[in-house]
């Protein structure tokens, strides 16, 4: 590039003195880098699903399947406290012994004879005795009651014998009867507690009770609920129980399993149970659980063959109803709908309670399956008396079936129609979310935003309450309303932070953001998203736009920094490459073009197929060329042109000719550039050709493309400041001059400013372009006081201010030059200035000696006459004649005319002064010599006749009055004198 240090031919240095060397000037070529565009992710907000609320329980709801009544096995025997065998002793009975008594109660006991057997046990009671044989007494009469089924008078005595004396025998077999009795009399937690008290007591007891205790615990565990606690108790009574308990064992583990949702090992126990004959009044109970839990294995065709083979034997009762429900249930579940229209009518035919729940559990199956069915069998349903409630749960279902089906406007009619029904029930709620769902597809978004704001002030539950705020956000987001979405997607997350939809909503505040202009606080949501939730599927993408928005707000930095961390955790993920060219685009942009390479590289090599491949060309040819391989960044071009890429494309290869100095190819180049692309393109193609021409010397040329790129507003420091300084060269000292300013204005920081201001104020000083020299130097002072500039520009300065009027301004910077820069160069000239603001100022004294000053050492020798002239008359007035004749000869001698013409006078003057009028008229006829029809010639002859008279001389002086009369022209005060001079010497 060239570089101008010269002004107007004048060396820098010859201006200022030791000055900073001036900034060179240089254009560089175009950067090309900016052409290179971030490839946006295509990228739109995710769909926010509504979640899928399944079709509401039917308000008809049917029964459960209870729990088994105790039913226990009359072959099972409850012990009884072992005693040695008894014998009536009548006499004994005839004496009141309590003993006897107790004897003969056991012997009839043992006989059978139970009626008997409480007659005595209660005389004993009667006779007062004491607690031991009470006790007995009152175990034994517990014990026969229980025989004949006066469970609640057994269950009493027990209860007694328990609580009353020691922790025997005795006691623990009262407790295990009296948990026994509990179990009948529908207590089962307090049996539970007898059971366990019996079995916890100290000793060995026996092995009967033992198992017995056992049993009927598993038995209050089981009627209790308690289903993990019972079937760990029956497990270990059917491995290790007789026969006759391990069959009972199997009916209550086979119910425990089936609680438990074990339904196949459930099905074995009670398959095995069935088959063992057991007592009648369990095996239609059991088959009837054997059903239904054979339903639930998902073996309905044998459990529809269990319910068929029941109903054969089931009486009119709750569980002829549950059998109903259980082959109706089995039916569908095997896909048999018209036999479950077969199976239900019985139920419809008794009037059964649970007839309707049977109906609507059986819509609410042909809406999930049989669409065509469902609707058939709703118009059914809806001609039946239903309930508010019922009508409009069936209304729901079959807008439910029509939604499925994509028939829009029937499912919005059934939901209005629903909703209207039963609008208080949580159903209502239901059927306006479904609606907005509905308005939401047709686009309503404002409709559904409005509509989702009023169930969401109602009392909902919390599924509908989740969908609604879903809807209410992604429609106000829709509708543009991007301040609601931030609200609402926000309450969604703090309310429902472990939904499904909450990392969605979480990323859906960060679009709405980003939509309404908020790019910051757009990226720092999708940061915090993707570094929160690196697992999300949604990470990536959050990850991607989040470098996005920080190359596009310019910091460079961290969009680096997540490009990386995009490149680190997800290399392989579909937007990985989109990274790395992203990545590299910013590298280059930064100036790290030699890192950028790699990158685009790896880009070029993993997706070939890219539509983007074109820009990876010209991103990586933009790299060879800043780092100087022209040749290189040529191939890339040509691909990055094949690829599509034309105008920036050949921007490049107009770069590449450049870079190579073919002025020719580049500007061909460029101007194809400028014609065919964008008006970015066409902006850079300029700056080319305003490149050329500058390295070309064509300062018109460059001064046409470079002002209009500044006019448009494409300045650049450079630009400016390569303006100015060949305006500077041209002596176009007012472009020079706005492009300067304009430096300033535009890029105050830019190093060059303070060089363009000082390299045009020294030019203007050096061409005595006064006011642009004041300009310049004046703005360079005042923007930047320490610049280095400002001292070595201070003497043409100043000069510059006494030029244009401001001397006063420029005396105090003198003085100071003056007084603190011995051995300056410039100080001789400083030295002359201040000589001219002082005697300006009327300060002749300290006038001459500044003169005297800036003339020591040789330094007057390149003094203007007129400067010389000043100082001599200066000394004149001082009546130092020797040091100003010294002066006054110099001029006379010298070339210039008019000033020899006023020295020559003003030495006659000085020699007249000194009367001395043989060596004042020498010098006055000298002046008049050189120039007679000057003021000073004319003056000069008027003295020299004066020193002829003064010489006695009046012919001489005669005829130097009459050679002033024949002059033309002379000016009438002039000739007054001569005729006055003539008259007074008589001629």
Not at 459 to 478: H, K
Not at 522 to 546: C, K, W
Not at 924 to 933: S, V
Request: charged share 25%; net charge negative; glycine share 8%.
């Amino acid at each position: 590039m060239r570089r101008r240090l010269l002004l107007l031919g004048l060396p820098w240095a010859a201006l200022v003195a030791a000055a900073p060397a001036p900034a060179p000037v240089v254009l560089p070529p175009p950067d090309l880098a900016p052409l290179v565009e971030i490839a946006g992710a295509p990228l739109e907000k995710p769909s926010l699903p509504v979640p899928e609320l399944p079709i509401p329980a039917p308000p008809a709801t049917l029964p459960a399947l209870p729990t088994p009544r105790l039913v226990l096995d009359p072959t099972i025997t409850k012990p009884v406290l072992a005693m040695r065998a008894v014998s009536c002793n009548l006499v004994g009975t005839l004496l009141g012994s309590v003993s006897a008594l107790v004897d003969c109660g056991r012997e009839h006991y043992d006989n059978g004879r139970y009626v008997k057997a409480v007659q005595y046990f209660e005389d004993a009671l009667g006779k007062d005795p004491d607690r031991d044989a009470a006790r007995l007494a009152r175990y034994w009469l517990g014990e026969t009651l229980y025989k004949v089924n006066r469970i609640a008078e057994a269950d009493k005595d027990f209860v007694q014998v328990a609580k009353e004396g020691p922790a025997d025998d005795l006691a623990s077999f009262a407790l295990n009867s009296s948990g026994w009795t509990a179990l009948q009399l529908g207590q089962p937690a307090r049996a539970l507690d007898a059971f366990d008290g019996a079995l916890g007591r100290p000793g060995a007891p026996s092995q009967s009770l033992l198992v017995s205790a056992r049993r009927g615990r598993a038995l209050a565990l089981s009627l209790l609920g308690r289903w993990e606690e019972a079937r760990q108790a029956w497990t270990k009574l059917a491995d290790s129980a007789p026969a006759l308990l391990a069959r009972e064992a199997r009916f209550w583990l086979g119910e425990c399993l089936g609680r438990l949702g074990q339904y196949g090992p459930a099905v074995d126990q009670l398959g095995r149970f069935v088959k063992d004959a057991p007592p009648p009044a369990l095996l239609s109970t059991a088959l009837l659980h054997l059903g239904w839990w054979l339903d639930r294995a998902d073996r309905p065709a044998e459990a529809v063959k269990v319910y068929r083979a029941l109903l054969a034997t089931v009486g009119e009762s709750q569980e002829h109803d549950l059998v109903d429900i259980g082959l109706v249930q089995a039916l569908l579940d095997a896909g048999d709908w018209s036999g479950a229209q077969q199976a239900v009518k019985p139920l419809r035919e008794r009037a059964s309670p649970f007839g309707v729940a049977t109906l609507l559990a059986m819509a609410g199956w042909a809406a999930a399956r049989d669409p065509a069915a469902a609707h058939a069998f709703d118009q059914q349903l809806l001609a039946r008396t239903l309930s508010p409630a019922e009508r409009g749960w069936l209304l729901f279902v079959e807008g439910e079936v029509f939604r499925r089906e994509g028939n829009r406007d029937e499912a919005r009619t059934r939901y209005d129609l629903a909703r209207m029904t039963d609008s208080a029930s949580p159903l209502g709620g239901r059927a306006s979310l479904r609606l907005a769902q509905l308005n939401f597809d047709f686009r309503e978004f404002a409709q559904v935003a409005t509509d989702m704001g009023a169930l969401l002030a109602q009392p909902i539950t919390n599924d509908v309450r989740e969908s609604a705020f879903v809807l209410a956000g992604e429609s106000a987001y829709y509708a543009g309303d991007f301040e609601a979405a931030i609200k609402t997607f926000r309450r969604f997350v703090d309310e429902f932070r472990a939904s499904p939809a909450a990392a969605a909503a979480t990323l859906s505040i960060g679009w709405a953001e980003l939509r309404r202009g908020h790019d910051a606080d757009a990226r720092r949501i999708f940061i915090s998203f993707a570094r929160e939730r690196p697992q999300d599927p949604l990470a990536p993408d959050a990850l991607e736009l989040s470098a996005e928005l920080a190359a596009s707000a310019g910091d460079t930095a961290e969009a680096i920094a997540l490009f990386e961390e995009m490149n680190a955790r997800y290399p392989d993920h579909p937007r990985a490459d989109l990274a790395r060219l992203n990545h590299a685009v910013v590298l280059l942009r930064t100036g790290r073009a030699i890192e950028a390479q790699p990158l685009l590289r790896t880009f070029l090599g993993r997706a070939p197929g890219s539509p983007l491949v074109g820009r990876a060309h010209l991103a990586l040819g933009v790299a060879l060329l800043t780092v100087r391989l022209p040749v290189p960044a040529r191939e890339e071009f040509v691909a990055a042109r094949d690829a599509g890429e034309g105008p920036r494309a050949r921007l490049g290869m107009a770069s590449v000719a450049l870079a190579l100095r073919q002025w020719d190819a580049a500007a061909s180049a460029f101007a194809e550039a400028r014609e065919t692309g964008t008006a970015a393109v066409a902006q850079i193609a300029d700056y080319g050709l305003a490149v050329i021409a500058f390295d070309r010397a064509d300062r018109e040329g460059f001064r046409k493309i470079g002002g209009g790129l500044v006019r448009e507003g494409h300045a650049t420091p450079a630009l400016l400041y390569a303006l100015s300084a060949t305006a500077t060269d041209a002596a176009a000292w007012d472009d020079a001059l706005e492009s300067a300013k304009q430096l300033v204005s535009q890029f105050a920081a830019d190093p060059r400013a303070d060089s363009a201001l000082a390299r045009l104020g020294l030019a203007a000083a050096g061409a005595k372009r006064w006011p642009t020299a004041d300009a310049a130097l004046a703005l360079l002072r005042q923007r930047s006081p320490t610049s280095p500039f400002v001292d070595e520009t201070l003497v043409a300065g100043a000069e510059a201010q006494i030029e244009t009027g401001h001397g006063a301004e420029a005396r105090s910077t003198l003085e100071q030059f003056v007084t603190g820069s011995a051995g300056d160069p410039r100080l001789p000239h400083a030295w002359l200035l201040l000589a001219r603001v002082r005697d300006q100022a009327g300060d002749r004294g300290a006038a001459v000696d500044a003169f005297a000053r800036a003339a020591r050492g040789g330094h007057d020798a390149d003094w203007p006459p007129g400067t010389r002239l000043r100082y001599a008359r200066l000394l004149l007035d001082d009546k130092r004649w020797k040091e100003a004749r010294a002066q006054l000869d110099v001029i006379v001698k010298g070339d210039d005319t008019a000033a020899a013409t006023e020295a020559a006078f003003y030495q006659g003057e000085s020699y007249r002064a000194e009367g001395k009028p043989a060596e004042a008229v020498e010098y006055f006829m000298t002046a008049a010599y050189l120039a007679p029809e000057s003021t000073f010639g004319r003056q000069a002859l008027l003295g020299a006749a004066a020193g002829y008279v003064a010489l006695k001389q009046p012919d001489s002086a005669a005829i130097a009055y009459n050679k002033l009369l024949a002059q033309a022209d002379l000016p009438p005060e002039i000739a007054q004198r001569a005729r006055e001079g003539l008259a007074a010497l008589g001629r």
